[in-house]
C-alpha cells in the first residue's frame, strides 16, 4: 500500500486559478483524463485519443477481443459522464499491491474522485457535520481539523442491485466533505474499493490526501521562475 513519502509529481494545474482545489495523492494513482475521455467525437481531443488507442486496438488479433475492449471503455466512459453530472472535476484510478503485514500480495484497485457540491450558507463547522450526519449509512464517522479548514469523514459499504447490471461485489467507500471558505459549495474527496477488508488502509490514504489538500495554491508565494 502507498505512502506519502514517494517522490512528488506537480501537476501544470497546481499554476491555474481557476482550479479551486489543490491536493496530492500517492503513488500509484494514475488520474483520467476527463475532458480528453469525454470530448465530443469531432473535437480534437477525441481524435487525440482515437490515435492514442490506435496502436493498443491494432495489436488485439481477436476482433471479438477487440469489441470487448471498445464496450469496456464504452462503459467506463459512461460512468466518466455521470460521475461529472454530479459535479465530479477529477478521477484517479489506484493501483496497488496489498503488501501490508498478512496480506495476500494480490493488485488492489480504487477510485479516487473529487467533486463539487452546492450547500446552504452556515458556518465551515456545521456543514461539516451535517453533510456527514445526513449521510445515507455511514459509519466510523470522524471530524477533523485541518489545515485547510473544519472537515468530516465517513464510511459505508454498497451493494450494486441486480437492476444496475454490475456484479453484486460489497464496495467500500470512503467519503471526506471539506467545506469551501466561501460557505457556499462543499467540498467531496471519495476513495471507493472492493478491497472492504483494507478499510483501515484505504482510510489513512484518504486521510493523508486530505490533510494535505487546500483551497488556495500552495505554489501561490514561490517566484514564478
Do not use: N
Amino acid at each position: 500500500m502507498p505512502d506519502m513519502t514517494s517522490r512528488v509529481v506537480i501537476a501544470d494545474s497546481v499554476s491555474d486559478p481557476r482550479a479551486g482545489i489543490w491536493f496530492a495523492v500517492p503513488g500509484g494513482f494514475t488520474e483520467l483524463p476527463l475532458d480528453v475521455l469525454l470530448a465530443p467525437s469531432a473535437s480534437a481531443e477525441a481524435s487525440r485519443l482515437r490515435e492514442a488507442l490506435a496502436p493498443m486496438l491494432e495489436s488485439i488479433p481477436d476482433g471479438i477481443t477487440r469489441q470487448q475492449f471498445i464496450a469496456h471503455l464504452a462503459s467506463g466512459q459512461q460512468l466518466l459522464a455521470a460521475l461529472r453530472e454530479v459535479g465530479t472535476v477529477h478521477c484517479s484510478l489506484g493501483v496497488h499491491r496489498d503488501d501490508v503485514e498478512g496480506g495476500s500480495g494480490k493488485i488492489l484497485h480504487s477510485l479516487f474522485t473529487v467533486s463539487w457540491r452546492d450547500i446552504a450558507w452556515s458556518p465551515r463547522p456545521v456543514s461539516a457535520a451535517r453533510a456527514v450526519a445526513t449521510a445515507e449509512q455511514h459509519s466510523h464517522i470522524e471530524y477533523l481539523d485541518l489545515p485547510s479548514g473544519p472537515a468530516s469523514m465517513g464510511e459505508t459499504v454498497r451493494t450494486p442491485t441486480a437492476e444496475s447490471g454490475l456484479p453484486p461485489t460489497p464496495l467500500l467507500q470512503i467519503s471526506a466533505y471539506l467545506p469551501h471558505p466561501d460557505c457556499k459549495r462543499m467540498a467531496i474527496l471519495m476513495l471507493s474499493t472492493p478491497e472492504v477488508e483494507r478499510r483501515e488502509q484505504y482510510r489513512e490514504i484518504l486521510r493523508q490526501i486530505v490533510e494535505l489538500t487546500s483551497f488556495e495554491s500552495p505554489l501561490m508565494d514561490m517566484p514564478k521562475d
